[in-house]
């Protein structure tokens, strides 16, 4: 199983990206899915998360309203994409698998990730 991350780069404040996560060797929709990101010196923190089906999606408190997580089962790809950046977001982002049906919003419920991308929002 190999997820590759891309899209991560430098954005002002205000700005958007879509981070993009492409599964390999992996029955896609088998999977629930999500995206967590770290900076130095803190845990890693939930961003979002999505259904093995897509019909429900979760969010982190501090990205509600800014951020959504839709996937692509036909493409083996999900996606992130982050709109209203601010300089908090700044950090690696890494995506994962989840074996099962719902959403998890911990990093002990994943089984597999992605290598991580950066996203630098600048003031």
């Known amino acids: 199983v190999q997820l590759q991350a891309s899209g991560g780069g430098l954005v002002q404040a205000g700005g958007s990206l879509r981070l993009s996560c492409a599964a390999f060797g992996v029955t896609f929709n088998n999977y629930a899915m999500g995206w967590f990101r770290e900076v130095p010196g803190k845990e890693r923190e939930f961003v979002a998360g999505?259904?093995?089906?897509?019909?429900?999606?979760d969010l982190g408190n501090s990205v509600k309203g800014r951020f959504t997580i839709p996937r692509d089962n036909a493409k083996n790809t999900q996606y992130l994409q982050m709109n209203s950046l601010k300089p908090e977001d700044t950090a690696v982002y890494y995506c994962?698998?989840?074996?099962?049906?719902?959403?998890?919003?911990?990093?002990?419920?994943?089984?597999?990730w992605g290598q991580g991308t950066l996203v630098t929002v600048s003031s």
């Open positions: 994962a698998l989840k074996v099962g049906v719902s959403v998890g919003r911990l990093p002990r419920e994943y089984q597999y």
């Open positions: 999505i259904s093995r089906t897509g019909y429900i999606s």
